[in-house]
C-alpha cells in the first residue's frame, strides 16, 4: 500500500475505533438516564428517569401517559442511607406525568422509583431503584479541553498501534497519545472533578473512584508502552499493542462507575 493511502487507513481506523468508545462511553454508566416504556392493566406509559443532575437544581422526572388514565408516584430517600421514604405525586399536564426530586450537594445521591397507578393495578419504576447523583456545574473551559484532550489521546494511541499491526509503530503517535491521555486525564481531568465534586483525586490510592483509577492505569501502561517503544523491532511493536489493550480495556470500563459519593452523616 502506498504510503499515503496507509495514513489515511490508520487515520481512518483510529478515528472509527475513537468514535466507538465515544458513543459507548457516552452512552452506558451509572448516569445515563433510564428510557423505557411500562404497562399496566393495558395502559402504556413511557419514563425518562434521570441519573445526573446540577447540584442546586430539582431532577424533573417525567412520564407519558397518552391514554390520561394512568397516576404515580415518586419515591425516594437518601442514598445509601434507611432514611424513610418521602412520596411526590405527579402531577398532570395534558399527556405528560412529572414530579421532581429535591436537590442535593455534589456527590450526593438519592435512590428513587416511580409507583405507576392505572386499572386497579400497580407497578415500580424500575423495579431496583435507580440512584442519581449531583454534581457541581462544571465551566465549558475546563470540561472541553478535557474532553478533546482524552479523546485526542486515544486517537493517537489507536493510530500507534494499528501501525503496530501493521509492523510501522509510529513513535510520533505513541508520544501524542501519551500526551493526550496525562494533559485529560491527569492535568485536567482532578480540575474538572474538583468543579463536579469537590476534590481533585478520588481514585487509587485515596479512594474508589474507578474513572480517577482506570485513567490513572491508562496513562502509566501507554507511558511503559511509549518507553519500551524505544527499542528496536519487533520489541517495540509489541509493546504497542500490549499498552493498547490496557488502554482500550480501560477506556470500556462505563464512566462514573464507582464515582464520588457523599457520606451523608456529614451532612447537617
Given amino acids: 500500500m502506498k504510503p499515503g493511502w496507509k495514513s489515511a487507513a490508520l487515520c481512518a481506523g483510529a478515528f472509527l475505533l475513537t468514535l466507538g468508545f465515544a458513543v459507548m462511553q457516552r452512552l452506558t454508566g451509572p448516569t445515563h438516564p433510564l428510557r423505557g416504556e411500562a404497562v399496566v392493566a393495558g395502559i402504556r406509559v413511557g419514563y ?20 390520561g388514565k ?23 399536564d395534558g399527556d405528560m406525568l412529572t414530579a421532581a426530586l429535591p436537590s442535593a450537594p455534589p456527590a450526593g445521591k438519592l435512590e ?19 440512584i442519581i447523583r449531583y454534581k ?23 493510530r500507534c498501534a494499528l501501525g ?14 501519551l500526551m493526550g491521555l496525562f494533559l485529560g486525564g491527569l492535568v485536567l481531568g482532578p480540575v474538572v472533578q474538583k468543579y463536579a465534586f469537590g476534590a481533585y483525586w478520588t481514585g487509587f490510592p485515596l479512594g474508589s473512584d474507578l474513572t ?11 507511558a ?14 509489541w509493546a504497542a499493542l500490549a499498552g493498547w489493550v490496557v488502554v482500550l480495556a480501560a477506556f470500556a470500563i462505563p464512566h462514573s462507575l464507582y464515582g ?3 457520606d451523608w452523616s456529614t451532612v447537617p
Avoid: M
Avoid at 57 to 65: N, T
Avoid at 136 to 152: D, E, S
Avoid at 164 to 174: E, F, I, N, Q, Y
Fill in 224 to 237: 511503559v508502552a511509549v518507553g519500551l517503544a524505544r527499542w528496536k523491532q519487533p520489541f517495540a511493536r
Fill in 70 to 92: 394512568a397516576n404515580a408516584t415518586l419515591v425516594y430517600r437518601r442514598f445509601p442511607t434507611a432514611d424513610p421514604l418521602q412520596a411526590v405525586p405527579f402531577v398532570r
Fill in 112 to 130: 428513587y422509583q416511580v409507583r405507576l397507578l392505572g386499572g386497579g393495578e400497580s407497578r415500580l419504576i424500575p423495579e431496583r431503584a435507580a
Fill in 48 to 67: 425518562y428517569l434521570p441519573r445526573s443532575e446540577d447540584s442546586g437544581r430539582e431532577a424533573v422526572i417525567r412520564l407519558r401517559d397518552a391514554d
Fill in 164 to 177: 503496530a499491526l501493521a509492523r510501522t509503530p509510529s513513535g510520533r503517535d505513541a508520544a501524542l497519545g
Fill in 260 to 262: 464520588s459519593q457523599l
Fill in 136 to 158: 457541581g456545574a462544571v465551566p465549558a473551559v475546563a470540561l472541553v479541553p478535557h474532553i478533546l484532550c482524552i479523546f485526542l489521546g486515544l486517537f493517537f494511541v489507536n
Fill in 212 to 222: 480517577d483509577t482506570k485513567t490513572l492505569v491508562a496513562v502509566l501502561a501507554w
